[in-house]
């Protein structure tokens, strides 16, 4: 178990180096897929498999999917890999690679430190535990995230709105012109 | 009578007030008639009131009029006071004042600002009584201060010049430095007695002083600060020449018979405290006899008339310095009132010839004027030999002599202060005998346009007999001993006994003084009249020429104060004109307005750097709980 | 599994939260920058999950489905956003937006 | 409830006359007119009603008191005393003539600035008035605003940073003031458990010497800076100098006066030791102020500018005084507000006068106007001359007796203090020489002063030599004030102060008393 | 659920139901009035709702929410807040091209998400609060979508929030690592066997103030505000000024009060250095910009600092202040941009000083209600401003917090210099000559012109009467027992 455990976790952090190192969009997509479900076998060592089967459903399927739909309709074509290529120079990313460098070292150190008093062996909380607190206690919980997911498909609604109806004349030309 | 004691001053501010009121409606006969009459009405008053004094001796009249005000136990009134002392100063200022305003209707007839002018003339009486009659030092103050605004008004009268209005600046700004010095004297008294009134001060000096207290030095000298400055007495004496820039019957008034003799009133009315304090009383008659030498010199060389009568002025005060000086207390009022008749004489006399010249007033430029102008003439002469101290004839030679003898003989006397008074003696009649000279002998230079009405010979003729006659109610011990007037001021003043070691030879020193002021004339009369070519060939001699530019302009104290005081004060000022202080503020705002450019550049509108300011703030909360 | 290796769990969270930070950061597409906020948060509740593991508790995992639903949200108003930003703009350049500044 | 009334009044005034601009174009400034004079009978009927000693007993004439924020122990408590009585008179008579004087200067948004003007005035009577320390703080800064517009609104070109700077000035010294009646308050809460802004409690606090000397400084700040003295002073330049003329005699004749009041009601009583222990500093800054000002006054050009500077100099004399603790120097700082709020008005006015007929305030280009101009030219004279104190004019007394009071405290302080006297002559005759004589350098007529102004200055004049000659109603009227003031100065040994509250008989919610 | 749990949370389910409501009307039948209408009603409901909460002493919901006087109070707050918002916005939307419908719903979930935060008493309800406000917040920043700033802002907004929840989340989860509870009372009672904090729970904290410094906008998370009161439409600067940072400052309060935060200098260090910073960069770079929104960005960052002094006096006066502040800055903030969406037209918000340049001559009254917002803001007597900066500074003197106590004198002082200036530029005189090149073209609606005029007075009687008000919050926060406590 734990040796799954330490392999998932490489495989995590190496493939989340892969996807902030690529330039080509499609590239870090499917690293950051990889990562997903690295992650969700981290998941399943913790003793959570339900949480590790709702990771690769939705972050790695339903996330991952909507944001290659955006990248398909914006055409993203292979300039744009060159210019991200330009955009991620040396000079970019050392700077606040240090400083995530300083700030990754003291977490590190704050979480090594930590000592926890618990030594039994871990137990498993299963998807019934989950699903009882879930509809029991955290029921407001969950009514507040169907009023977050309705927020976010109101916006997402009015922003994401095409302009069939656009009515400004110089926005027309713009776009026409795109 | 003395219920009207009130009315003395009070009728020249009236009239001064009616005159500022009205000055610019009515027509010019009735501001004459409001400005002399106030000051004429103001002289009977006084005459009357002298009367009835002399009638019946009394130590002092009093009334109070109001209390001025009332603060812890301060309480100065608005009270008059009236001594044998304040008695002659009231009736030389009433009666000369009168006058002289006479004089100055006729005098200033064809002014634009009449009305303005005799305002100021009549306020100036009134302060200047005022100033004499105070029972206490705060209204004195009052009187002092008014009369050097008076002062400063009439020296800038013919304010379209700016060279008058900087004399009348000047005039202002020096005596007020000396003012200042006596307010500091004041507050001392004040602490010291509980009180400002002047007899009361002078009653409890004694026990609160032993002579040569400390304390009554210092007052002394501060009020001897406050006298120098009014009395244009070394050091403050620069004002005074420049103040002939003021129309002449002004400098008669203010600039030789009153005003600046109110040093000489203040001493003589502090003279407990000075007697208190030899030292200072030492100083003064050591100023007095600095100053009149000084300034002595300075007339010789002067060529405006004016001038030379004003240095003349300064020498005279002098004189009287000297007098209080040695404590001949009687002997230096006495100067000062036949000093007042013969300057006030002898101004009128310049003012008439100035104005017969067309405001021409160097010396230089006139001359023969004997026979054009007689009346004038001959009481100039008159005025003259009483300046000069022509033996028994004159009022000056008296009152002179008198001061002469106790600066040898007093019990504060001795021969360096006599020696400088006899030479001031010598030289006062060079220079009188000068300008008589110069201006009545020799060939005309200038015509005389018009010849002198009668509103100014009576007045002149009236001061010309004073100036010969005055000096009879004192005559010296050898002489018929008649000692009317320092009988009249013994209760106030002190008398002086003169050493008796001395008192025998008295007729030798009279002798010499008549000797030296004949010697002056005749020396005037060799180089002006007799050989001129002395002079010229004196005026080939470096040193003579050097010297005679020294004197010429004052000893330099212009020079002096202008480098030492008025420039740097200037140019300090202008310096920080900006206020150095505010830039300090400005400072403040700058380097605001520096950090909010230096901020404004981390809000670049660009989004990753401004997650880096997320990061920086994760970093430094992350680091403040590792380490702190 | 020890209790060592729950350290270790969580050090994966903050090694993962620190790598999606350093994407943000240097990242200036923004696509990139929220998928890379993604990697954060997903990275949180893999924390979340530790907790939950290390106290035996359901609570964790329940947050863990908040979060996946509030990214889910989130992500779908930023991609409508983006396409909205790269039809006004023309270029997904976050640095390229910024009109507003000073 | 007549001292509420005199606050409606003028506010309410002000509301109206901003209202009634659009009614008629001339009601607004006789609606202020009206405020203001009937304020001002209000005050002289107080005045003339009371028998002018009214010593021994309390000097309360009259109190209010209204509980206003409970919680905090905020009330409205407004009392007259003596002190606060001559402030009153003086403020509504140069209101009257702040009115007066902008008559015809203000054509633009005449009605908003006649709102203006007597928000300002409501704001210093409130100042004089309250004796509850919120309550005060609050007016303290209920004036600036109206002061901030009518600068920044009717002033001249530089208008806008003259009036930041004075805004800010204030502002920032007034909060400095704030933490100090805060702190105040909760040292006298925890010491006695009421908390409570009421002036005569918070007399009772005692406090270490540390706390006292910090809220002293607190409370200084505010009174310096309004007073100003040296080196807090450069905003009063800029003020004075761009404001309006009413403007500029409120600031001068009324706004500083506020600080030297402040530091007579709260510095003196309530911090004790720590003023005795500041005094000598305090005169220091005096002096300095009297000589600085005095030189930084005769450099400049700008009329107006000169008299502002003028003025840091006067008020160098009232803060010399204030820390000499006597009676004397007290009745003098007292006369030299009224004397200096009258003098410097009318320099002030003389200058608004100037600039209404020149269009510049640079004395450069003024010259010979004696004969042009005779009226104004003696009216000059007359304020020339108190502010370089000339007996038997009101400034004189103010500053002797400030003088003789601080000689008994400090003697060489005295003596420089007495050395600005001279150069007080040294600037003011310069005001003369440049704009009355010399040549004149232009031949542009110069109207005589008219009626109206005549009517503005007259009074003025006739104050002046009042306050000069018989000064006694004025004092009287301050003594027993005064004498309250320097109660915890009588004896120093003695820790406890007298009890204030003790003697002022129960009030009323809301209900007026009169003593006799 | 039980039946109380329904009564307790009317309230918020008011604003559920109208959100959805609007959903439905919209499908149905587009009209902007309407949707108004029914927006001002849920609102007006939703706060007379509370009214039979107010005799509440406290109800816990377990384990999510707690409902006391406290949260009553800014609930009541935050929905009059949302009320006058809404009634502003009508005008100037009503003008805008866009769809306008769907604002509503937005600014009611808004709302909902600011009311959740202030009640939650759990990790979990404190994080969906917060998020329904971000996510409905996205939308509405960039709600105009075809100005390039509104969605500049939107994205740089949406972008700054996600990053620091993911902060906050992961402080959580330390924090939860380390207490193994997640409830507020749950976190207090672990640590209260702690004289110092362990390492583990200080960086979650840290990590916690991060997420919540951000929404606050305090130095040094506060770089997006600027952008976004620039790029938001004016009525949703109001709503990102007051509501939003209210309700994560009741949650602040809450939780620092129950777990008694105020025992560890670290924390309290940290804050103070937050609050220092916040008054310094917002009134320094608010100094000389021209941008009436960007100073009123700039100037709620100084003014969030201002109130940390409040919060660090620790004492349940502090609680007060802060509360009284809030008020004060609401109103003043609201009428503030009220003001500017008032004169602003369907092109641009009226937001360079040019647009307000004579203003008192050309509109008075709305010249003199915004003098009076900015007075307040300044904190001068007779508006609310001041005595909510009394009361602030009150609270700072009350625990000796001098320190910040004279940086908050000091920067007063800067601040009034802005404020003054755009005072200063309404009462210049315009030029007749030359009309501005672009002049705004608003339409004035009487529900703007009113609720400008309701804000305007409300500010003046706070101002002058502040006693009805101070009664109002002492008595409500009496039976809060985590107030009283100090």
């Known amino acids: 178990m734990e040796l799954t455990f330490y392999i998932a976790a490489a495989v995590a952090i190496l493939s989340t180096i892969m996807v902030i190192t690529r330039y080509n969009m499609i590239h870090a997509l499917l690293y950051l897929v990889v990562s997903f479900m690295a992650v969700a076998v981290v998941f399943f060592t913790l003793g959570a498999p339900f949480m590790a089967a709702l990771e690769i459903i939705i972050y790695a399927g339903a996330i991952v999917v909507l944001i290659i739909f955006v990248i398909m309709m914006l055409n993203m074509i292979q300039e744009d890999v060159q210019r991200e290529k330009e955009w991620l120079k040396p000079s970019v990313w050392v700077g606040p690679a240090l400083l995530s460098a300083v700030l990754l070292a003291e977490l590190a150190y704050i979480l090594l430190g930590a000592n926890p008093s618990q030594t039994e062996a871990l137990v498993a909380v299963d998807a019934k535990l989950v699903g009882l607190a879930l509809f029991g206690p955290y029921l407001l919980g969950v009514q507040l995230c169907g009023i977050l997911l309705m927020a976010g498909i109101v916006g997402a609604y009015h922003l994401g709105r095409q302009k069939k109806k656009v009515i400004h004349r110089f926005l027309q030309e713009r776009s026409a012109a795109a | ?628 | ?102 | ?516 | ?486």
């Open chain 5, 1 to 486: 659920m039980s039946q109380n749990d329904f009564l307790h949370l009317m309230p918020l389910l008011i604003l559920t139901f109208a959100a959805l409501l609007i959903m439905l009307v919209i499908a149905a039948w587009r009209n902007h009035k309407i949707i108004y209408v029914i927006t001002a009603i849920s609102f007006v409901a939703a706060f007379l709702s509370l009214f039979e909460l107010r005799a509440v002493t406290e109800y816990t919901i377990e384990p999510l929410l707690v409902i006391d006087g406290f949260a009553v109070f800014y609930i009541g707050l935050m929905l009059a807040t949302a009320l006058l918002i809404s009634m502003l916005s009508y005008a100037y939307f009503e003008q805008q091209k866009e769809q306008k419908e769907e604002y509503y719903i937005l600014l009611i979930l808004a709302t909902l998400g600011a009311c959740v935060l202030v009640i939650s008493k759990h990790f979990a309800s404190l994080f969906l609060g917060l998020e329904v406000l971000s996510v409905a917040l996205y939308a509405l920043i960039s709600y105009l979508r075809v100005r390039e700033r509104s969605d500049e802002a939107g994205i740089k907004y949406l972008i700054l929030a996600a990053f620091s929840s993911a902060f906050l989340l992961f402080g959580m989860a330390l924090v939860y690592f380390s207490t193994g509870i997640m409830t507020f009372e749950g976190i207090a009672a672990a640590m209260s066997g702690y004289r110092e904090l362990p390492m583990l729970l200080l960086t979650g904290f840290g990590m916690m103030i991060i997420g919540i410094g951000f929404k606050l906008s305090v130095v040094p998370f506060h770089m997006w505000t600027p952008d976004v009161y620039e790029g938001a439409p004016a009525p949703v600067t109001a709503f990102v000024a007051t509501v939003s940072k209210g309700g994560v400052l009741g949650l602040l309060i809450r939780f620092f009060m129950e777990v008694d935060g105020f025992r560890y200098p670290t924390l309290l260090l940290i804050f103070t250095i937050v609050a220092v910073a916040s008054m310094f960069a917002g009134n320094l770079l608010a100094l000389m910009q021209q941008n009436v929104k960007r100073i009123l960005a700039y100037s709620s960052i100084s003014h969030l600092g201002y109130l940390l002094v409040a919060f660090l006096a620790g004492s349940q006066m502090g609680v007060e202040a802060i509360t009284f502040y809030l008020v004060a800055y609401f109103i003043t903030t609201v009428g503030a941009f009220g003001v500017i969406a008032m004169l602003s037209d369907n092109s641009r918000d009226a937001e360079q000083m040019d647009d307000f340049r004579g203003l008192l001559w050309r509109r008075p009254w709305t010249a003199t209600a915004f003098t009076a917002m900015l007075l307040s803001l300044a904190g001068i007597p007779l508006t609310a401003g001041f005595v909510g900066k009394f009361y602030v500074l009150a609270a700072g003197v009350n625990t000796q917090k001098w320190l910040l106590v004279a940086m908050l004198v000091l920067n007063s002082v800067i601040g009034l210099y802005y404020y003054i200036k755009v005072i200063a530029v309404m009462f210049q005189q315009p030029d007749t000559e030359k009309e501005p090149a672009i002049r705004l073209r608003p339409s004035i609606y009487i529900a703007s012109v009113g609720t400008l005029a309701v804000l305007t007075l409300l500010l003046v009687w706070v101002g002058v009467y502040p006693t009805a008000l101070v009664d109002m919050i002492q008595s409500m926060f009496a039976e809060v027992p985590t107030l009283v406590a100090r």
């Open chain 3, 1 to 102: 599994m020890s209790t060592a290796s729950m350290e270790a769990a969580l050090l994966l969270a903050g090694i993962l939260f620190m790598l999606g930070l350093i994407s943000v950061l240097i990242r200036r597409n923004i696509i990139f920058m929220l998928i890379s906020v993604e990697i954060m948060l997903n990275a949180a509740g893999l924390a979340f999950i530790v907790a939950g593991t290390r106290w035996v508790q359901p609570d964790g995992q329940i947050m863990f489905i908040f979060i996946l639903t509030m990214a889910a949200a989130e992500v779908s108003v930023g991609l409508a956003l983006i396409l909205q930003i790269y039809h006004q703009l023309k270029t997904l350049n976050s640095d390229a937006a910024n009109i507003m500044k000073g």
């Open chain 2, 1 to 628: 009578m003395e219920n009207l004691l009130w009315l003395i001053p009070a009728l020249p501010f009236l009239g001064a007030i009616l005159l500022v009121l009205f000055g610019g409606r009515l027509p010019k006969s009735l501001l004459s008639l409001i400005g002399v009459g106030s000051v004429g009405v103001s002289a009977l008053v006084t005459i009357l009131l002298g009367f009835e004094f002399l009638a019946e001796r009394p130590l002092y009249y009093q009334q109070e009029v109001w209390q001025w005000f009332s603060v812890a136990g301060f309480t100065p009134s608005v009270a008059f006071h009236v001594d044998a002392l304040s008695m002659v100063f009231i009736f030389v200022i009433t009666f000369v004042g009168f006058l002289i305003h006479l004089y100055a209707t006729a005098y200033m007839a064809d002014e634009a600002d009449f009305a303005r002018f005799f305002a100021c003339m009549n306020l100036f009486v009134g302060s200047m009584l005022v100033l004499v009659l105070a029972d206490n030092l705060l209204l004195l103050y009052l009187g002092w201060e008014g009369v050097g605004l008076c002062s400063y008004l009439l020296i800038g009268f013919w304010y379209k010049e700016p060279a008058n209005g900087y004399a009348a600046r000047k005039a202002f700004i020096i005596t007020r430095i000396g003012d200042t010095a006596m307010a500091i004297g004041l507050f001392l008294l004040f602490q010291l007695f509980g009180t400002l009134n002047i007899q009361t001060i002078l009653s409890d000096a004694p026990q609160v002083w032993p002579v040569g207290a400390e304390g009554a030095l210092l007052v002394a000298l501060l009020l001897l600060g406050g006298a120098v400055g009014k009395s244009g007495q070394l050091p403050l004496q620069t004002w005074l020449p420049d103040a002939m820039a003021g129309p002449t019957p002004v400098s008669a008034l203010i600039h030789a018979a009153t005003m600046v003799t109110a040093g000489v009133y203040l001493i003589a009315r502090m003279n407990v405290v000075f007697e208190l304090a030899p030292l200072a009383q030492l100083l003064v008659a050591v100023v007095g006899a600095a100053t009149l030498l000084i300034a002595g010199f300075s007339a010789l060389t002067q060529y405006d008339l004016k001038r030379v009568l004003a240095y003349s002025t300064i020498s005279q005060i002098g004189y009287m310095f000297l007098a209080l000086g040695v404590g001949a207390w009687s002997a230096g009022i006495f100067h000062f009132m036949i000093h007042a008749f013969f300057k006030a004489l002898l101004f009128l006399c310049a003012g008439a010839i100035i104005l017969a010249l067309h405001h021409e007033q160097d010396m230089r430029h006139m001359g023969g004027l004997r026979k054009s102008m007689p009346v004038v003439f001959w009481t100039f002469l008159i005025g003259a030999g009483s300046l000069a101290a022509l033996p028994l004839i004159t009022a000056g030679f008296y009152s002179k002599d008198q001061i002469l003898w106790y600066a040898l003989a007093g019990e504060n006397g001795n021969v360096w202060l006599y020696a400088a008074g006899l030479a001031g003696a010598f030289v006062t009649s060079i220079y009188t005998f000068r300008m008589v000279f110069l201006t009545f002998y020799g060939p005309a230079k200038t015509h005389v346009s018009h010849p002198p009405g009668k509103l100014i010979t009576i007045p002149l003729i009236l001061l010309a007999i004073l100036s010969l006659v005055g000096g009879f109610i004192e005559l010296p011990h050898n002489f018929g001993h008649l000692v009317l007037f320092s009988e009249l001021l013994q209760p106030v003043l002190p008398a002086i006994e003169a050493s008796a070691s001395l008192a025998a030879n008295e007729w030798l020193f009279q002798l010499l003084a008549a000797v030296v002021s004949l010697g002056g004339v005749f020396v005037a009369y060799l180089f002006y009249i007799k050989s001129p070519y002395l002079l010229h060939r004196l005026m080939h001699n470096g040193l003579a020429v050097r010297l005679q530019q020294f004197w010429f302009a004052g000893w330099g104290f212009d020079a002096l104060y202008d480098n030492l005081f008025v420039r740097p004060y200037v140019f300090l000022a202008n310096l920080n004109k900006r206020d150095i202080i505010d830039s300090f503020y400005t400072g403040l705002a700058r380097t605001a307005e520096g950090f909010h450019v230096m901020l404004s550049q981390s809000q670049n509108g660009v989004l990753r750097s401004y997650v880096m300011g997320i990061v920086v703030g994760a970093i430094m909360i992350l680091t403040i709980s590792l380490f702190l």
């Open chain 4, 1 to 516: 409830m007549i001292l509420l009334w005199m606050i409606v009044l003028l506010m309410a005034g002000g509301v109206l006359a901003w209202l009634a601009k659009r009614w008629h174009p001339v009601l607004p400034r006789w609606i202020a007119l009206f405020a203001i004079l009937t304020d001002l009978i209000l005050a002289c009927y107080l005045w003339l009603g009371t028998p002018t000693a009214v010593t021994g007993s309390s000097p309360w004439l009259v109190r209010l008191e209204i509980p206003w924020v409970p919680q905090w122990g905020v009330n409205f408590i407004l009392a007259l005393d003596g002190l606060s009585l001559l402030m009153l008179l003086l403020t509504f008579f140069l209101g009257a003539l702040a009115v007066l004087i902008s008559w015809r200067e203000i054509s633009t948004k005449s009605g908003f600035f006649y709102f203006n003007l007597l928000w300002v005035l409501a704001g210093i009577t409130g100042v004089f008035l309250t004796m509850d320390l919120f309550l005060f703080y609050f007016f303290w800064e209920v004036m600036l605003i109206p002061m901030y517009f009518l600068i920044g609104v009717w002033g001249h070109a530089n208008r806008n940073y003259a009036a930041y700077k004075f805004f800010l000035f204030t502002q920032a010294s007034g909060l400095l003031m704030l933490l100090a009646i805060l702190g105040l308050y909760f040292i006298h809460g925890s010491q006695t458990g009421i908390y409570t802004f009421n002036y005569f409690e918070l007399l009772e606090t005692t406090l270490d010497p540390l706390a006292a000397r910090l809220l002293m400084f607190g409370f200084l700040a505010a009174f310096l800076v309004k007073l100003p003295v040296v080196p807090f002073h450069s905003w009063l330049p800029d003020a004075h100098s761009e404001a309006p003329t009413a403007g500029s005699i409120i600031l001068a004749g009324l706004l500083l006066k506020t600080g030297a009041y402040g530091l007579l009601r709260f510095v003196l009583p309530l911090f004790p030791g720590a003023a005795l222990e500041f005094a000598p500093w305090a005169m220091l800054l005096g002096v300095v102020g009297i000589i600085y000002g005095a030189i930084l006054a005769f450099s400049q050009t700008d009329l107006k500018r000169l008299v502002a500077y003028t003025s840091v100099s006067h008020m160098g004399f009232v803060i010399l005084g204030v820390f000499a603790f006597n009676e004397w120097a007290l009745q003098g700082v007292v006369m030299q507000m009224i004397a200096h709020g009258l003098s410097t008005g009318a320099l002030f006015v003389i200058a608004g006068f100037l600039y209404e007929r020149l269009h510049t305030r640079d004395i450069q280009q003024m010259g010979g106007f004696w004969s042009k101009a005779p009226k104004m030219g003696v009216i000059a004279l007359i304020f020339v001359m108190a502010s370089l104190g000339l007996p038997g004019l009101g400034n004189f007394i103010a500053e002797f007796l400030t003088l003789v009071g601080s000689w008994q405290a400090n003697n060489w302080l005295t003596v420089f203090a007495t050395i600005g006297l001279v150069l007080a002559t040294v600037y003011s005759l310069r005001i003369m020489q440049k704009v009355f004589y010399e040549p004149a350098p232009t031949d542009r007529p110069l109207p005589d002063l008219n009626a109206r102004e005549l009517l503005i200055t007259l009074p003025m004049v006739v104050l002046i030599l009042w306050l000069g000659l018989y000064p006694q109603p004025i004092l009287d009227t301050a003594r027993p004030s005064i004498n309250q003031q320097l109660e915890a100065y009588q004896e120093p040994e003695v820790e406890e102060k007298k009890v204030v509250v003790a003697e002022v008989p129960e009030v009323e919610l809301g209900i007026e008393k009169m003593s006799e």
